[in-house]
C-alpha cells in the first residue's frame, strides 16, 4: 500500500531534550516535505526536499533541521525544543512538489509533539 | 507573506447543504485544490479546478472559482455526518512567481460539523 509512514504519532518531552521525529514513503517520490499545523494558522511548511541531498527553508524554519540521505526518509530534528514548537506535525510527498493534480501531496498521519 | 484565508467554523445539518469558502492570494494561480483532514488522519486530495475553469462538479461536490475575487468555493450536495472533517483550500502560484518552486500554499482549514 502506497503511503507515507511518520513516527511516533504522539510525543511529549521536556525543553532542550534532542528529538527526532521520522518520516519515510514507499512512493519513490522525489519531493518531501515538513508541515506544523496550528489552530487558526493551518498549514505552515517548515522545510522541503527536492531530491536526495536537496534540502530548503519553508515559511519557519526555525529550531528545525532536516536531512535527506535516502529518498525514501526524511526526518525531522529539534536539537533543542522548546514549548512553542508544540504542535502537530505532518510529513508529506508527491512526485512533482504537489504542483499538479496528477502528483497531490500525499500525507503521513501526523505526530502531536508537546514540549513542556 | 500573505494568506489563504477560510472561516474557522461551520456547522450544517444532515442532509443540507455545506459551501465552504476561501479567499486565496495570487490571481494567477495555475491550480487550486481542496483537501479534506479527516479527524487523526493527514489530508487527503478531495477535488481540485485548473485556474481557467469557473466550475467543476463531481458527484456532490462543486467547485466553484471567481478569478475576479480570488474566491473559491465548495459545495457539499445532501451533507453526511462523514463529512465531518476540516477542508482546506490550496493554490499552487506559477512557476514563475514563485522562484522556480511551485509551492503549495494552505489555507487555515475550515472545520465542518455536521449535525445529525
Known amino acids: 500500500e502506497a503511503q507515507v509512514t511518520q513516527n511516533p504519532r504522539y510525543l511529549i518531552t521536556v525543553t532542550g531534550k534532542k528529538l527526532t521525529v521520522t518520516c519515510s514513503q514507499n512512493?519513490?517520490?522525489?519531493?518531501m516535505s515538513w508541515y506544523r499545523q496550528d489552530p487558526g494558522l493551518g498549514l505552515r511548511q517548515i522545510y522541503y526536499?527536492?531530491?536526495?541531498?536537496?534540502?530548503d527553508k519553508g515559511d519557519v524554519p526555525e529550531g528545525y533541521k532536516v536531512s535527506r540521505k535516502e529518498k525514501r526518509n526524511f526526518p525531522l530534528i529539534l536539537e533543542s525544543p522548546s514549548p512553542n514548537q508544540t504542535s502537530l506535525y505532518f510529513c508529506?510527498?508527491?512526485?512533482?512538489?504537489?504542483?499538479?493534480?496528477?502528483?497531490?501531496?500525499?500525507f503521513g498521519n501526523g505526530t502531536r509533539l508537546t514540549v513542556t | 507573506g500573505e494568506d489563504v484565508e477560510q472561516s474557522l467554523f461551520l456547522s450544517v445539518r444532515e442532509g443540507d447543504s455545506s459551501v465552504i469558502n476561501c479567499t486565496y492570494t495570487d490571481s494567477s494561480s495555475t491550480y487550486l485544490y481542496w483537501y479534506k483532514q479527516e479527524p487523526g488522519a493527514g489530508l487527503q486530495l478531495l477535488t481540485y479546478?485548473?485556474?481557467?475553469?469557473d466550475m467543476k462538479q463531481d458527484q456532490r461536490l462543486t467547485v466553484l472559482l471567481n478569478k475576479k475575487d480570488k474566491h473559491l468555493s465548495l459545495r457539499i450536495a445532501d451533507t453526511q455526518t462523514g463529512d465531518s472533517a476540516i477542508y482546506f483550500c490550496?493554490?499552487?502560484?506559477?512557476?514563475?512567481?514563485?522562484?522556480?518552486?511551485?509551492?503549495?500554499?494552505f489555507g487555515t482549514g475550515t472545520k465542518l460539523q455536521v449535525i445529525p
Open positions: 479546478i485548473f485556474s481557467n475553469m
Open positions: 512512493m519513490n517520490h522525489e519531493y
Open positions: 490550496a493554490e499552487i502560484p506559477p512557476l514563475m512567481n514563485s522562484g522556480g518552486y511551485q509551492k503549495v500554499t
Open positions: 526536499s527536492m531530491n536526495v541531498e536537496v534540502t
Open positions: 508529506a510527498s508527491s512526485s512533482e512538489a504537489g504542483a499538479r493534480w496528477e502528483s497531490p501531496l500525499h
